[in-house]
Structures are given as C-alpha cells and as structure tokens.
C-alpha cells in the first residue's frame, strides 16, 4: 500500500461554503471550469490544489481526496491524477448540490 500525505492548499479566502442559492449556482459553475494541480514531492506526499477559488472547501478537499485515491491504486503520473478529478466531477457536484439543497429547504 502507498502512504500518501494529503497536502491539500486552499487559500483562505475560499475557505466558505455557498450561502444562498444563486452562490451555490456560481460555486457550481466555477468549480466545473476549475483545474486542479497534482504532484509528488520528493517524500512520495501528493499535493493537491486548485488553480482557482472557486467557493467551496468542501468541494475542493473531495476532489483531492479522489485523486489520492487514484494515486494509491497506482497512478503516479499528474496528468492522470488530474484526469481522475475531472472525472468524478460530475459526480461529485450532483452530491454536494443534492446535500446543499437538502440542508437548505427547511
């Protein structure tokens, strides 16, 4: 098993979930459009970030947390880790807009 340190960079500035509904609609939209950038340093540790605030730690530490998982069953190129995270973005935004608009309605 590879031991992966997760060192995931958010600005603080982006460290805020969306409030209204029309925040949630632009989070949703930037996070689509963002790049993620994935590398190894030299002590195997993955590091992770996106090249953008896009309004959602949540959002950015799930898309992070899926390329480590990609890393640990094998992928070591940044390329394909990055190709992974735009690949359970979909994904992954239909369940953070579903768990928003549920916590939301009441």
């Known amino acids: 098993m590879i031991w992966l340190l997760l060192a995931l960079v958010v600005p603080q500035e982006s460290s805020f979930e969306p409030q209204t509904r029309a925040e949630l609609d632009a989070v949703s ?18 590091a992770c970030k996106p090249d953008d605030q896009f309004g959602s730690t949540t959002l950015s530490i799930q ?6 998982k990609c890393a640990e ?4 190129s940044p390329d394909k880790l990055v190709r992974c995270i735009d690949r359970t973005k979909p ?3 239909k369940s953070y ?6 916590a939301h309605s009441q």
């Open 97 to 102: 807009r579903r768990d928003w608009l549920k």
């Open 91 to 93: 994904a992954l935004l």
């Open 73 to 76: 069953k094998g992928e070591r």
């Open 63 to 68: 898309s992070c947390i899926m390329a480590a």
């Open 29 to 46: 939209a930037r996070y689509t459009a963002a790049r993620f950038a994935v590398s190894f340093d030299a002590n195997n540790r993955l």
